[in-house]
């Protein structure tokens, strides 16, 4: 296997005090990996006077992957590059249980779902706007009847679900299904949309993926309208396995998804294009742990076993992930988030102790 080249993005606040030790983590598992660190965000900004480089984007177009910690600004522009600017069209947040975490349910056991989130689209394009400038078009609305001006002064914004789109987000969720399919237990992929509201758009995304179910025979599928699905996350989320939204159905509710097996803390992210791939924590910058060195690096930490796996070293990602359930099993090195009082550095030691 020829050398990998990961780019590492620390991000602001509390992220990096996540990413740095879980990055000396890695660097001990004697990977031919090879870590670059571009100036990006405020470091950028004194480098180079920029928040992103041209050599940062040049980094990142020279590597097979990013490592992402969490920005609230300062690294945004590098965010957005590794989203639209490479396409990184599915967002896969896998909310898998384990022993130790603090559940709010009462049986949290064998909660193991994937939320597939489309990334690119719906009402992440980006387009709003003055409803005056609507009345051109003499749009009315289907549940009013009557033009959307006439609700002005106000705003806009547009949702956008198109064919291609939604297809490929739709067979990223297929195949990841029938990877996850184990003896006796089948793949499944569940589908949430609006779609007795939107039967256009979110009708049409429901549609997309209604038809690519019928080229994975293997695979069982089911639909759901989202507002129910959302109710059923909480009361029977051990049914779920791979769960496929669009963007921002996919936002929320993947942050719901950690909620219910143990916080954002534990809710690992993966963004997959076709021809690269960045990895970050589904959490924020938490600025309230900012310099204690509290942050719980579980979220970076099974993100980066996403990493590894998606560069091929399969065996030092379950390495990883082993690690991390012994120390939640085991329960007595726990981060505030956790309930215990441990420092982001014990937790990432007593991982590392548990490599074996
Ligand atoms: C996430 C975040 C981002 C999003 C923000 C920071 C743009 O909430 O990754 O889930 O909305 O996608
Ligand atoms: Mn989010």
Redesign the pocket.
Known sequence: MTRKRVVVIEGEDAAPEAVRPSVALLERLGLDIEWIHPPVGQRGIDACGSAFPDAARAAIDASDATLFGA?SGRSVAA?LYLRWGKKTYANLRPARYLAGYRSPLARPEGVDLAIVRENLEDL?VGVEGDLETLAALRLESATARRPIADLAPGRFALKVISEAGTDRVARFAFELARRRARRGRPGRVTCATKHNMLPRSDGLFRERVSAMARGYPDVAFESFIVDDFAQRLVTEPQRFDVVVLPNLYG?IL?DLAGGVIGGLGVAP?GCYGDGYAYF?S?H?TAPDLAGQNAINPTATLLSAALLLEYLGFEAAAQRLSGAIERVYAEGRVRTRDQGGNASTTDFCAAVERQLG
């Open positions: 920005t965010l992440y936002d993947s992210s970050e589904a924020g």
